[in-house]
């Protein structure tokens, strides 16, 4: 298999400021990852996809200005919500993908107060 | 556009006996499927996976799922569930298997009766 880690697992923040969440393939190289949304009891939103090196697509309806993404390595790619707002708190669940396959992280619960 | 249905919410078995949890999906062309598991405090976790082939899929912890594509539908089985299958399963499209964003179901919450 191929291993995922987010950090952090949980942040809570006030209403206005910016949180950073970071995915890495432990153990592989992941030219392209995925950003979810998971709301409780709901299903996983696609938000993103994350190039190595290049600008990432992001799904329509997701604010690219509201929800930055880098992926300036192979084994990297962070999700940076700018100026969160209670409506923001969510499960953000990342993914590498792998020969054909995606491998998920535990994601991360974030909820802006 | 892809769409996952997952027709059931909840659903409640005893242990030991069969279960099968029902996935219909609306593609264009041939679908990529794929069945995940969601424990609390866990990644996803790949199940199985169609892409081609024998329509009938074997998948770790002994889970298995068929492609029917007369009736649109990937439905999961195992003859036999253990207290530990207890979680959330989701069945998922996808238009290039792994190398594109996949469409979701809602999810399945799975409850095993001692």
């Known amino acids: 298999g191929a291993v995922v880690s987010q950090h952090p697992s949980w942040v809570i923040c006030k209403s206005g400021t910016s949180v950073k969440i970071e995915c890495r393939s432990l153990d592989f190289q992941a030219t392209t990852m995925f950003w979810y949304r998971q709301f409780p009891k709901q299903s996983l939103m696609l938000m993103a996809t994350s190039n190595e090196g290049s600008k990432a697509t992001y799904e329509q309806g997701v604010e690219k200005d509201k929800f930055l993404i880098n992926h300036a390595s192979l084994t990297l790619s962070t999700l940076t919500v700018t100026s969160a707002h209670p409506e923001d708190s969510s499960f953000y669940i990342c993914?590498?993908?792998?020969?054909?396959?995606?491998?998920f992280g535990p994601g991360t619960r974030l909820t802006v107060l | 556009a892809q769409s996952v249905t997952q027709p059931d919410i909840h659903i409640t078995v005893s242990e030991g006996a069969s279960l099968e949890l029902r996935c219909n999906y609306s593609?264009?062309?041939?679908?990529?499927l794929f069945w995940y598991v969601q424990s609390p405090g866990q990644g996803l976790q790949l199940l199985l996976k169609y892409f081609s082939g024998d329509t009938l899929v074997q998948g770790i912890k002994g889970f298995e799922a068929e492609f029917k594509r007369s009736q649109s539908s990937f439905n999961l089985r195992k003859p036999s569930v253990h207290w530990s299958d207890a979680a959330e399963y989701f069945c998922?499209?996808?238009?290039?298997?792994?190398?594109?964003?996949?469409?979701f179901g809602k999810g399945t919450h799975l409850i095993i009766q001692p």
């Open positions: 593609y264009g062309a041939t679908p990529y």
């Open positions: 998922a499209v996808g238009a290039g298997g792994g190398a594109d964003g996949l469409t």
């Open positions: 993914s590498g993908q792998k020969n054909n396959e995606q491998f």
